[in-house]
């Protein structure tokens, strides 16, 4: 267990008196020391808590979506950038800030300038100056601070200091009150943190994007945002509309982006128009069955942005009706028997699953899998069930592990003691997929979501007939036990099934 990070307390620049500030040898103006706190790590840890700031903007602005860097150098220094006595410039990182509405605010590129003391030859860094890269005449956008150039020091001292120094814009004004203020107290406070925890190794508890690229996801959810962002405003049911669609716009773009990834390209009649790439993309050759499909509105998206598939639940929702035709048509009053293995038109040779808070159907998922050849699913667990009961981790065993990594593999978030119920759940849930002769892999979606965790089988385990015949057998040997048992029910469904 790693210690606790020490208290953050920092102190406005106004009321200790600062008198070491920086000094710039050209026109890059006069600066002013706004907050500073107590370091409590040493130098050669601000390079490691620097990076972090540098390479994702996005943690300390809900504006921002990323950044990406357009050029590092450690020989050539644009002009621009500050001149400072006593320092000299080692490396500058050219990057640019990506917004998270498009639409209301606009780019910015800045440079990110790392400066080491001019006495030695030592090039760990003391300093880090941020300074946009504006033409002349035009404005800032909204989330970036009103100044010119934006320092982050590290002040070694029997006590070392953290300090952040600004340029500032023409009355910019820096009282406490003041939002640059405010700011710098909140990137003062990133920088101990990020600084502690390079100390400390702290591990991040949960990874995003292990399976689909940060960039590509988040580029294509900008656009199916805007796409069906309209949702909202006709949202139908009585649970909160923007929790819903953008779950579900959140789901789709992972879905749409992994078939892309998993399956062969397609034949298509004509070029997918330049705006819509995705619609000549691979996806499942059987289409895609939305497994307790709710209010429909995740079989909506894919059904309007081209993918083929199904839609079933046990009762119609409000939201059915008021979706287009070409929807509706794929929205289907049903009760899914798992224990029947007779052909079913949905579940066909090559379909993929879709399982999204599927309640009780959630462990059938892997298993319903197997016995109908799917390509693949995704499930995203919620409420804990067994097969034919509620889940419970005193009298459910896991199935076998594949070896000692397994556990530590599925990326399950939280404290790393795995003691929890839904930890010990999700286990049971990946060790039936590796039971149903499927390779886990897992992602921690990008959803507004506390149930953001996903499971996802998409590549068969086993190679042989063989193999395959025997992985059939077991799994066939679940559906034969619960049948034994007795106490699977099928749910009724409400209203006339199959009259949507």
């Known amino acids: 267990m790693s210690s606790p990070r020490p208290r953050f307390s920092p102190s406005p620049c106004e009321a200790v008196g600062c008198t070491d500030t920086l000094v710039s040898r050209n026109s890059s103006g006069l600066w002013t020391p706004v907050i500073q706190c107590q370091a409590d790590f040493p130098p050669d840890?601000?390079?490691?808590?620097?990076?972090?700031?540098?390479?994702?903007?996005?943690?300390?602005?809900?504006?921002?979506?990323?950044?990406?860097?357009?050029?590092?150098?450690?020989?050539?220094?644009?002009?621009?950038?500050?001149?400072?006595?006593?320092?000299?410039?080692?490396?500058?990182?050219?990057?640019?800030?990506?917004?998270?509405?498009?639409?209301?605010?606009?780019?910015?590129?800045?440079?990110?300038?790392?400066?080491?003391?001019?006495?030695g030859d030592d090039d760990c860094p003391t300093t880090l100056v941020l300074t946009p890269i504006v033409e002349p005449g035009a404005s800032l956008p909204y989330y970036h601070p009103t100044v010119y150039h934006l320092a982050f020091r590290y002040i070694p001292a029997e006590a070392p200091v953290l300090r952040i120094e600004i340029v500032r814009l023409p009355g910019t004004p820096t009282d406490l009150n003041s939002r640059i203020y405010r700011t710098c107290l909140a990137l003062l406070d990133t920088l101990h943190r990020y600084g502690w925890g390079a100390l400390t190794n702290y591990k991040k508890r949960v990874h995003h994007d292990c399976i689909i690229p940060r960039q590509e996801y988040q580029d294509l959810y900008l656009v199916m945002r805007e796409r069906h962002k309209h949702l909202i405003n006709e949202w139908q049911e009585v649970t909160d509309p923007l929790k819903h669609v953008f779950e579900d716009i959140g789901i789709a773009t992972f879905l749409i982006l992994l078939w892309k990834h998993t399956y062969d390209a397609i034949e298509t009649s004509g070029a997918a128009a330049e705006d819509e790439p995705w619609k000549a993309w691979p996806r499942p050759p059987a289409g895609f069955l939305d497994l307790g499909c709710g209010n429909g509105l995740l079989t909506h998206i894919l059904t309007a942005e081209g993918y083929f598939g199904h839609g079933i639940d046990v009762r119609a929702r409000t939201s059915w009706s008021h979706y287009p035709e070409s929807t509706r048509a794929r929205l289907h009053v049903e009760s899914l028997d798992p224990t029947c293995l007779e052909e079913h038109p949905y579940l066909r040779q090559g379909v993929f699953i879709i399982a999204n808070h599927a309640d009780e159907m959630t462990p059938w998922t892997p298993v319903l899998a197997t016995l109908h050849g799917a390509s693949g699913y995704l499930s995203i667990p919620c409420c804990a069930w067994a097969f034919d009961e509620k889940y419970e981790r005193t009298s459910t065993p896991d199935y076998p592990f594949p070896d000692d990594t397994f556990v530590d593999s599925l990326n399950l978030g939280g404290d790393g003691s795995n003691a929890s119920s839904y930890s010990r759940y999700r286990i049971w849930l990946a060790s039936l997929t590796v039971y149903c002769g499927w390779r886990v892999e897992c992602e921690t979606l990008r959803i507004p979501s506390t149930r953001n965790w996903a499971i996802i089988g998409r590549t068969r385990s086993a190679g042989s007939s063989e193999e395959l015949e025997e992985i059939r057998r077991r799994v066939e040997e679940i559906v034969e036990h619960v049948r034994e048992r007795g106490l699977f029910k099928t749910r009724t469904p409400e209203g006339k099934a199959k009259d949507h």
């Open 45 to 119: 840890v601000f390079e490691p808590a620097l990076s972090q700031l540098i390479h994702h903007p996005e943690y300390n602005s809900t504006l921002i979506l990323r950044s990406e860097t357009v050029s590092d150098s450690s020989s050539e220094f644009p002009p621009t950038i500050p001149q400072l006595d006593g320092l000299r410039p080692v490396r500058n990182i050219h990057r640019k800030l990506l917004p998270r509405r498009p639409g209301r605010d606009d780019g910015l590129e800045q440079h990110c300038t790392l400066y080491a003391p001019d006495v």
